[in-house]
């Protein structure tokens, strides 16, 4: 059987409900939500799930739904008065154990999302991330490589660059990361998020956001530059160990997003 038709259950059997979702309550105010998300993005949960007072899932928040707000309103009021409920995405991908690995990822190509949730055994959700997923690659049989994956144009930025510059890039190249100009280093919605929380107080004595321009204190993180054309299965256990899952082969980048799509490849196979 393709791996891409067997479920998570069989391909997950020992961790599938290891990684508990993150909730806040539907009234938080988004600075809570900020204050969460600097600790969880890029992590295993990378968003957090909105609950009502019964803990049932209304809605997901993440770094995508902070940054469209802020070129909404890049002032300290988004922050202070605005509650997660009015920007959370409604859309909460709720899942079986059963579900095979294709149809999983069909759903997150549809969302642009790699985030689902699904009922565990204490009676809470878990979840399941891309890099959750890693775990697959890591585990899986074959002879394919990195330089078999589809090629992805770097996308930069460099000093000068505003704010606006960099977020309005991130959505218009559907990318949560840009790396800066000739370097390896890369600055992310989390790296963006966790400046306006500890660097600008949630943005209270601040009124130009949007047109600060790249410099320092930001602080970049360094991405994997890799040389040899090593195995899927071997780049994948390689980002399930980084802090910040993200790979420079050559001209190109990866990310987990990028080794989920490939296990659909028939040239991926998973041990019984």
């Known amino acids: 059987m393709s791996i891409s038709k067997r479920s998570l259950q069989d391909l997950l059997s020992l961790s599938l409900e290891s990684t508990p979702a993150v909730s806040i309550r539907r009234e938080n105010k988004i600075w809570v939500a900020a204050g969460m998300l600097i600790h969880y993005l890029e992590s ?19 770094g995508k739904e902070i940054l469209e707000n802020i070129l909404k309103n890049p002032s300290s009021t988004l922050f202070d008065d605005t509650i997660v409920e009015d920007i959370m995405d409604k859309n909460v991908d709720i899942i079986s154990k059963q579900i095979t690995l294709k149809d999983l990822l ?26 959750k997923l890693l775990e697959i690659g890591a585990n899986c049989k074959t002879e394919m490589t990195v330089s078999e994956l589809p090629k992805k144009n770097v996308v930069t930025f460099m000093h000068g660059d505003t704010l606006k510059d960099i977020i309005n890039s991130m959505f218009e190249n559907k990318t949560r990361r ?6 390896s280093n890369f600055i992310s919605d989390r790296i963006i998020i966790e400046y ?15 047109d600060l321009k790249f410099e320092k204190p930001f602080r970049l993180a360094e991405s994997k530059v ?3 054309d090593m195995k899927i299965s071997e780049l994948s256990k390689i980002m399930f160990g980084m802090l910040h899952p993200f790979v420079i082969y050559q001209d190109q980048v990866i990310s987990p997003w990028d080794l989920c799509m490939a296990l659909l490849s028939d040239k991926v196979e998973y041990p019984m």
Do not use: H, M
């Open 44 to 62: 295993f949960t990378d968003s957090l799930v909105v609950t009502d007072d019964k803990s049932k899932p209304l809605g997901i928040v993440g």
């Open 106 to 131: 069909q759903r997150w190509t549809q969302t642009r999302r790699a985030f689902s949730i699904l009922p565990n055994q204490f009676k809470g959700y878990s979840v399941i991330s891309a890099r």
């Open 178 to 183: 840009l790396v800066f100009k000739n370097t």
């Open 196 to 210: 306006i929380v500890r660097e600008l107080n949630y943005l209270r004595n601040i009124d130009y956001f949007l």
């Open 226 to 228: 890799i040389s040899d």
